[in-house]
Structure formats: structure tokens, C-alpha cells
């Protein structure tokens, strides 16, 4: 089993609309959960990250961490067509030791003006 | 100002060859990661160094041998390519306490014809 499951995609959606993106996880330890957006034929960059449980909200964006149910999910409000890109979850563990990031295998969206 | 740069962009070459990739960042980070990015957009680490040492070695072919000549770079040199190894490969970097976020490099397609 993965440490990291994520949804791959694609998913397609029409501008303005609510778009959910999920990823479940095996490791009880992991204590920071992160999104990334990676554009095309770019390298990915970090869009918002959560330590422990909770919500975090940026703008059009909320990131939210379950982790009785090691599941996390990133909401986009009003998707816009520059949101298309593939969103790649990620995860560590709060030790510095190896200092080890792990990612989901992305999931591909496409927001349709 | 870049701050994770890679060379080259691209690199073709045939099976059999070897090539390097380079990797600089400006950012005073003290860990540098090489990771494999295949076709379906899965993000694999490769190798992580903290401070020129090598504390991250996944299971990943010795033709693969990465060398951190000071905590700024970090190459990687693969020998004998074969046409598995085609894929992006991403450099990124990492402060070690700094639990969220790794900045990206911007890539290398390697196509090994």
C-alpha cells in the first residue's frame, strides 16, 4: 500500500464551479499536509499546507485535514480556467530526520471557461 | 532571481550513454532532494542530502549516483541510460525545521532514445 492514495483524474469542470480534491494517507505520523499546483511542463509550488487537523483558508482555496480519518482534501471556490494544472498532495512527518516529503500521485484538473 | 535552477532543460541521448544534471539553489537551504517524475505524474524521491550528506537513498538503480560538491548543488550523473529512465526529473530544496515547504526546480525531460 501507498503511504500517499491519491485520485489521478482527470477531472473537468465548468468556470465557477466547486472543485474537490482528495487524498487519503496510511501513516499516523504524518503531521503536515500540504498541496502543491504544478502547471504544465513546470516544476510544483507550494499552494497552501495545514499542520495537524484542521481548516486553512486562502482566498478561493481551504485545505482541510481529517486525521482520525487520514484524509485531506483541498477545495477550490470558483474555479477559474488559470486553475487548471495537476494538484499533487503531499505529507511529512513532524521529525527533521530524513526530512522525507510524501507525495500523492496528483490529480489532473481542467477548469473550462 | 531563480531559485532552484537545473541544466540542461532537456537532454536526448540514446541508450547507453551517460549525462548529468546539474542543480543550484540560492535559498541558503541545507537540504537538496533529486525526484523522478514519470508519465503519469507520480513524484518519486530519489536521493535527499543534508549538508553534502547523504541521508535519503531510495531504491533506486547504482547507474543513478548523485554528488553534493557543497550545500548548494546537487548533481546527478546516471550511467548507461536505458529508455526506462526517460521522465522530468526535479531537484528541490528544503530548509531541515522548516516542515512544509520545498521549492522546485524546474525540471529536466530526460528522453532516452
Known amino acids: 500500500q501507498k503511504e500517499v492514495e491519491q485520485d489521478p483524474g482527470p477531472l473537468s469542470v465548468p468556470e465557477g464551479a466547486i472543485v474537490s480534491l482528495n487524498c487519503t494517507y496510511s501513516n499516523s505520523a504524518f503531521q503536515y499536509f500540504m498541496w502543491y499546483r504544478q502547471y504544465s511542463r513546470k516544476g510544483p509550488e507550494l499552494l497552501m499546507y495545514t499542520y495537524s487537523s484542521g481548516n486553512k483558508e486562502d482566498g478561493r482555496f481551504t485545505a482541510q485535514v481529517d486525521k482520525s480519518s487520514k484524509y485531506i482534501s483541498l477545495f477550490i471556490r470558483d474555479s477559474q480556467p488559470s486553475d487548471s494544472a495537476t494538484y499533487l498532495c503531499?505529507?511529512?512527518?513532524?521529525?527533521?530526520?530524513?526530512?522525507?516529503?510524501?507525495f500523492g500521485t496528483g490529480t489532473s484538473l481542467t477548469v473550462i471557461p | 532571481d531563480t531559485a532552484v535552477s537545473q541544466t540542461p532543460k532537456y537532454l536526448v541521448t540514446q541508450m547507453g550513454n551517460d549525462k548529468s544534471i546539474k542543480c543550484e539553489q540560492n535559498l541558503g537551504h541545507d537540504t537538496m532532494y533529486w525526484y523522478k517524475q514519470d508519465s503519469k505524474k507520480f513524484l518519486k524521491i530519489m536521493f535527499s542530502y543534508n549538508n553534502k550528506e547523504l541521508i535519503i537513498n531510495e531504491t533506486v538503480p547504482n547507474r543513478f549516483s548523485p554528488k553534493s560538491p557543497d550545500k548548494a548543488h546537487l548533481n546527478l550523473h546516471i550511467n548507461s541510460l536505458e529508455l526506462g529512465d526517460s521522465a522530468v526529473y526535479f531537484c528541490?530544496?528544503?530548509?531541515?525545521?522548516?516542515?512544509?515547504?520545498?521549492?522546485f526546480g524546474p525540471g529536466t525531460r530526460l528522453t532516452v532514445t
Open positions: 503531499a505529507m511529512k512527518t513532524g521529525s527533521n530526520t530524513g526530512n522525507q516529503f510524501y
Open positions: 528541490a530544496s528544503s530548509q531541515a525545521g522548516q516542515n512544509y515547504e520545498q521549492y
